[in-house]
């Protein structure tokens, strides 16, 4: 299916410059308001009990002192309302449960009053008596034997087994060269944007919900919220507001159908929002994966096979976890030209935070994994890092083992550029030998490649693409209407880049409004790096259809062939005589009257060529824009104490066309520092009570101004064919390989491989002496 | 809780409210006087995001109780500039890119004001350490470090 486009590169003007975001001026001055500042007339407060066991059974709630509180206008609990088991892939959470809690923080009643201090008395006045239940609180724990049961209808504890073969890889470990085997474990990390989660939500009097929220899946995420809330999907309205920060988070979620319950019992508007350690407890956290990847090669390097093993910790309840372990499973498979492939998971349940969606959707987990295990097969074969990618690597029209194919694909040339930048051949040399002289501080560089989707053809089976409304108004201002919304990222100015490109508009006539599911047209939204792929893929359809429509126009009120005409500086000007031009806002007024009230319309869509839903053994083309990177790395690591030191990192990746640099390079520099974190600090902690250790930014460090290392970013030269404006989405991939750079890195400086993240001082100190120990052994 | 009357200056305007006693100057701020640019991410003074001026210092307005701000005088982010004509450090994020979700922005600003008032032409470590105590989970810092620079440029006349 449409799979001969193929779209040249425009004489582009605006997109490609680097343009200050659209918003910036009102946030700089405050003046934005987000979901914690939102008010609607008559709202109440909601809170939610939590349970303080990770796994126990309900035997009793008593809530007849807490109705009592003054200002309280409702508490409910599991059994008092009307709710179903909900969740996006598997329904098992309830909103509030029922018979029994399956970790510290689970929903367990709530409230609704006049302020947070009524809400929170009325907590501390509900009485629960709970049976506590034996709990799981390591994914290793959770398939053996005798192991407790958290869902029944999930007995082993497994929510998902997945196989994906490709070829006979037993054969392939047979005869091979050199066959390796690894094994890699990831921890919990928080995605820690700095406003929490949250929303507003009232109900009308026909049982019409309007929840103000904001939502990566505005559309989509009503789907879900219906089945929790036993309510038809049409009668859901999300009106979406800034938000501050979503890294996947802010997908479905259970606190925005949970305010709207209590909203719906209290009669009135309620504003739920979680405080930062109930965003900590009850966020979804990336899921930790235990990896063992075995690997087979020729004696020249050439990539013969792989065999992965996947155990993924999914918390308590499943949320995207599903298409997260099978993103774990094969996503890297389309860096890579490797012919036979096995790819087996376990996702299992445990009775901690759920796990869901984090910036890069498993893919950062199996980035770690694999691309620290292609460097130490490197070092087996007396080959460069750079070296035994590049004889492995995909190119342009690479269709892999999945039936999955590269469009544009520049992997090469970012691994070239950023090994130049870093000057890596030089320093590997330079740092060994001032290591050799220096004892207590060792310098290391490495690198990492990274591959990520643009949108990913394996949610929804007849719909993949986006679709945009353009609206001018009856004086020229142009609305774009599309379901990706602006998280941060920047995609309001994305969009308005290509509207003033496309129409050669000033950006004081582009408006991007929020998403208002009452008005944008169907859509997913901003996952799966799929914001600026998909709607500028159909933003660029939508722009040539108004601007045929304009051009039309013109030739009637100018009396001009229209092949004479061409846009420029919100006018319609004939191009053999300038002084002959309709501005647009002439155009829009005659079009209103002409047609009475009726705006110009610009209409697009857009589906990715060659792109389908996956059958049942997971084969099809997932993607029409796979995006690439790599990352090089340089460390210091002081030996007397463990201290790690990311001194820089240079970054190159391939996004298709960059449409705004200045947002390009923010969005990279951000996605590096997460990885960053993740690498070498971030991990969400629980205690053997099955509490989080750590649920606050006092003992759950994100780096801060004075961590981070100074970061270098750049792009390829590349155009993606398969949409107008050639450009493939940053978000995702700009995090895959900055933890595994990392990790390279430190072993480049001190010898030593770590396995599991992050790497900390501690760990890295008793490495050292561990190291130091057995070499003592020796002599 | 013990209600009593609060008079101080936030943004050269003198004010007198009531407030609670338990109450924080960043409720106050945002409830009582509707100044919402001064945001709240983890009501703990471990990120930053609520920062303003008391007395020509920045304190976690999420930390200091309404009553400790008697007689004091506030500046929060909608004080910074007449709203038109931003501030040089505000104009300074808008051109650089400084800004993702902007959710951390307005502490972010007021910190950097102050560190550019300590040192009018800051070293990188000194950028890096008088911006710690706010938390930013968007831009990986970058553009920020960027943008404090050019502030100071343009301060001190020399761009």
């Known amino acids: 299916m449409m799979s001969d486009v193929h779209f040249e590169k425009g004489n582009f003007t605006v997109v490609g410059t680097k343009q200050p975001y659209v918003d910036a001026f009102d946030k700089v001055t405050g003046r934005t308001t987000y979901i914690t500042d939102f008010s609607l007339p008559g709202m109440l407060h909601g809170k939610a009990l939590r349970s303080p066991y990770p796994h126990a059974r309900i035997l009793s709630i008593d809530t007849s002192a807490a109705e009592k509180v003054p200002g309280i206008k409702c508490v409910i609990t599991g059994k008092n309302i009307r709710q179903n088991k909900w969740g996006p892939v598997t329904k098992d959470e309830y909103l509030l449960a029922v018979d029994k809690v399956n970790f510290v923080g689970d929903e367990v009643a709530a409230v609704a009053g006049i302020d947070e201090e009524a809400c929170e008395e009325a907590l501390s006045k509900i009485k629960v008596e709970y049976e506590p239940l034996p709990a799981i609180l390591t994914m290793h724990d959770a398939m053996k034997e005798g192991a407790p049961v958290i869902h029944e209808a999930f007995p082993r504890n497994v929510n998902h087994h997945f196989d994906i073969p490709r070829g006979d890889i037993e054969s392939v470990f047979k005869n091979a060269y050199l066959v390796h085997e690894g094994e890699y474990e990831t921890q919990l990390e928080y995605q820690a944007y700095i406003e929490p989660m949250g929303g507003v939500s009232t109900w009308d009097s026909k049982g019409n919900l309007t929840i103000y929220a904001g939502i990566q899946t505005p559309t989509w995420s009503r789907n879900d919220y219906a089945v929790a809330l036993d309510m038809p999907v049409e009668k859901i309205r999300i009106v979406q507001q800034y938000f501050g920060g979503g890294f996947g988070a802010k997908l479905s979620q259970q606190v925005h159908p949970l305010g709207a319950l209590i909203a719906k019992y209290a009669g009135q508007p309620v504003r739920f929002v979680l405080d930062r350690s109930e965003d900590f407890q009850c966020g979804l956290p990336r899921v930790p994966m235990y990896f063992r990847i075995k690997t087979a090669w020729d004696k020249n390097g050439k990539y013969l096979g792989k065999y992965t093993y996947i155990l993924a910790d999914n918390g308590a309840y499943a949320s995207y976890g599903a298409p997260i372990a099978l993103t774990a499973m094969y996503r890297i498979d389309i860096m890579y030209q490797v012919p036979v492939l096995r790819s087996v998971c376990d996702l299992v349940y445990t009775n901690k935070v759920p796990t869901g969606c984090f910036r890069g959707f498993g893919n950062t987990q199996m980035h770690l994994a694999h691309e620290s295990h292609i460097d130490e097969v490197a070092e087996m074969l007396g080959i460069s890092a750079q070296e035994l990618r590049y004889r492995n690597l995909a190119v342009p029209g690479y269709k892999n083992p999945h039936g999955w194919k590269t469009n544009s694909c520049e992997i090469r040339q ?342 599991n993240l992050p790497i900390t001082s501690e760990k890295v100190f008793s490495a050292l002496r561990e190291k130091e120990k057995a070499s003592k052994t020796v002599e | 809780m013990e209600a009593r009357e609060l008079n101080f200056t936030v943004n050269g305007k003198p004010q007198k409210i009531e407030i609670r006693t338990n109450w924080t100057l960043a409720q106050v701020l945002r409830d009582k006087l509707g100044l919402l640019g001064t945001k709240i991410g983890c009501g703990e003074g471990e990120c930053g995001a609520c920062t303003v001026f008391m007395n020509g210092k920045t304190v976690t307005s999420c930390l200091v109780l309404a009553v400790q701000a008697e007689g004091s005088e506030i500046i929060t982010i909608e004080g910074l500039s007449d709203g038109k004509t931003l501030h040089p450090v505000q104009q300074a994020f808008v051109d650089v890119g400084a800004i993702q979700c902007g959710y951390c922005t307005p502490g972010m600003v007021m910190s950097t004001v102050a560190l550019l008032q300590r040192h009018p032409d800051p070293t990188d470590e000194q950028i890096r350490y008088g911006l710690t105590g706010n938390l930013c989970r968007c831009t990986g810092y970058q553009k920020i470090f960027e943008a404090v620079k050019l502030a100071s440029k343009r301060i001190r006349g020399a761009a």
């Open chain 1, 414 to 755: 970012c691994i070239e550029k950023a090994v130049k930048k870093s000057d890596y051949d030089n320093k590997r040399k330079e740092l060994a030998e001032e290591n050799e002289k220096n004892d207590s501080i060792k310098r290391g560089i490495g690198l990492a490649g990274a591959v990520h989707v643009s949108g990913n053809r394996s949610f929804i089976k007849p719909f993949e693409g986006a679709g945009i409304i353009l609206r001018m108004n009856e004086q020229g201002r142009v609305y774009v209407y599309s379901n990706e919304p602006d998280m941060g990222q920047g995609i309001r100015t994305t969009l308005s880049i290509c509207v003033a490109d496309g129409l050669k508009l000033d950006f004081d006539r582009i408006c991007v409004p929020d998403p208002d599911t009452n008005v944008v047209p169907f859509g997913l939204g901003c996952f799966a790096s799929r914001g600026t792929y998909m709607a500028t893929g159909a933003l660029h359809v939508a722009i040539e259809d108004m601007k045929g429509k304009l051009l039309n126009l013109a030739s009637d009120l100018l009396s001009l062939p229209k092949e004479e005409l061409e846009l420029e500086n919100g006018s319609v000007v004939s191009k053999n005589d300038k002084s002959k031009r309709a501005t647009y806002a002439e155009l829009a007024w005659k079009h209103v009257c002409d047609f009475p009230g009726q705006h110009i319309l610009g209409i697009g869509h857009f589906t990715p060529a060659g792109v389908e839903y996956p059958d049942a053994t997971k084969y099809n083309n997932i993607s029409g824009g796979y995006a690439f990177g790599c990352d090089v790395a340089e460390v210091e690591v002081n030996t007397n104490t463990g201290e790690i030191k990311v001194s820089n990192i240079w970054a190159v990746h391939d996004v298709g066309q960059p449409i705004n640099r200045l947002a390009l390079e923010g969005q990279l520099q951000g996605g590096i520092a997460q990885g960053y974190g993740w690498a070498v600090m971030e991990h969400l902690k629980y205690n053997p009570d099955g509490k989080a250790a750590n649920a606050c930014f006092l003992d759950y460090q994100i780096p801060t101004a004075a961590d981070i290392p100074n970061i270098d970013v750049d792009f390829a030269d590349s155009f993606e064919w398969t949409t107008g404006f050639g450009a493939k989405s940053i978000g995702e991939c700009a995090t895959n390989p900055a933890a595994p750079a990392i990790l390279n890195a430190i072993y480049n400086a001190i010898g030593i491989r770590f396995h």
